[in-house]
């Protein structure tokens, strides 16, 4: 299951910025904050990362890190705390406390920027896929659990993020429902998975991996994915079609070497379900998907994750001017009543429910880790589970 990526195409490593509820119109004073955020360990950049802070009337202003990880924030004067988030803040946040001046440029020091982890992580080793090593590589920790102990959801309500990777499962995934029953209760509390190629199979039913659409077992409706282990070696020339992934990594397009002639395929997505964030710009194939949209109420009420993040609540924040889309951040519990007064919801503002976040890819890391610009994706990944 070797693939390579190859970059073809470097976007242009622009500051993405904005600031919402903004403030300035209406005689706010502000100063201007700049910084880098990094991993933890190993300092690498991070990109995407949303930064933010609130004015008095807990009016939002915020931005995104660009590639380098760098960011300038135009934030109410005063004393602040500024966060910085990835994914929805439940995972990966840090929060720091500034003094902002009127009309002062900071440059904050880059050891306050640094993301930590509150997740608990645990993966399944597999055959074929070794994403431990890309979240070792970031700096950040990653407990290995076995297939068997996907069965006792003691086990499996301990983390925030699951990581299956390509070839974890024993036997037939249709053969083990308490497995795939466990997950769908794991992500409708909120946990996270990721799954990669031939762990489609978790998702979709069918044995070790998944060879004809309507497989028997998984948990995600066969109506919204079909995919065949019918991969030929080719290189594909695909394309990131999600904007903030791009903007996040630097990159547009590239190319994707499968150079064995067994891998996943996916044969058809709903679009209404999964979001498509790679895709072949030939053919028009989805090669690497995201849903929050998976909620069975029935499962509802079996608290997942690290007991770290007891005291934290995920939001769907409203602009105060609605001059923008609604902001999915994660706030400590205690400042939800005058959040709610402001007019924001509890949970995100994309998820069904209290669900959490689903990433399928047809490629991942592998042995040899030479997994040209995926890597990138892969960290993105990783840190907006």
């Not at 988030?85 to 995972?91: A, K, R, V």
């Not at 904007?243 to 002639?261: K, P």
Request: include cysteine.
């Amino acid at each position: 299951m070797k693939k390579h990526l190859l970059i073809m195409l470097l976007s242009v490593l622009t500051l993405v910025s904005c600031s919402d509820d903004n403030n300035n119109s209406s005689g706010e004073k502000t100063g201007i904050l700049k910084g880098k955020v990094t991993t933890i360990n190993t300092h690498k950049a991070v990109g995407g990362a949303l930064v933010f802070t609130f004015d008095n009337d807990n009016n939002i202003y915020h931005t995104y890190t660009n590639v380098t990880g760098d960011f300038e924030l135009d934030a109410p004067v005063g004393d602040r705390e500024i966060y910085i988030q990835t994914g929805d803040g439940s995972n990966f946040r840090t929060k720091i406390d500034v003094v902002v001046q009127e009309n002062q440029t900071q440059q904050l020091e880059e050891s306050l920027l640094r993301l930590d982890q509150v997740a608990r992580i645990a993966y399944v080793s597999g055959n074929y896929d070794s994403i431990e090593d890309i979240i070792t590589s970031l700096g950040y920790v990653a407990e290995s659990i076995t297939f068997s102990q996907l069965s006792d959801y003691s086990i499996v309500s301990q983390y925030d993020i699951i990581f299956l990777n390509c070839g974890s499962i024993s036997g037939a995934i249709s053969s083990n429902p308490t497995v795939t029953n466990n997950l769908a209760n794991f992500v409708t509390n909120g946990g996270s998975l990721y799954a990669s190629d031939w762990s489609v199979a978790y998702l979709i039913g069918g044995g070790s991996n998944t060879t004809a659409c309507n497989a028997a077992g998984g948990f995600i409706p066969d109506t919204t994915l079909c995919s065949v282990d019918n991969g030929n070696s080719e290189t594909l020339t695909a394309s990131i079609t999600n904007t903030a992934l791009a903007n996040a990594i630097g990159l547009s397009t590239l190319d994707i070497e499968y150079d064995l002639g067994s891998w996943q395929k996916i044969v058809s997505v709903d679009e209404t379900f999964w979001e498509v964030l790679v895709r072949d710009t030939t053919t028009n194939e989805a090669l690497m998907i995201k849903t929050n949209n998976f909620y069975d109420s029935s499962l509802a009420g079996n608290p997942v994750g690290s007991p770290e993040n007891s005291d934290w609540i995920t939001i769907c924040h409203q602009p105060d001017d609605n001059s923008s889309n609604p902001i999915t951040i994660t706030i400590e519990a205690s400042s939800w009543p005058a959040h709610e007064a402001h007019g924001d919801t509890l949970g995100s503002c994309t998820s069904t429910g209290t669900g959490g976040t689903i990433y399928y890819t047809t490629f991942h890391n592998h042995a040899n880790e030479n997994i040209g610009n995926a890597q990138f994706i892969l960290e993105h990944v990783i840190l907006n589970l």
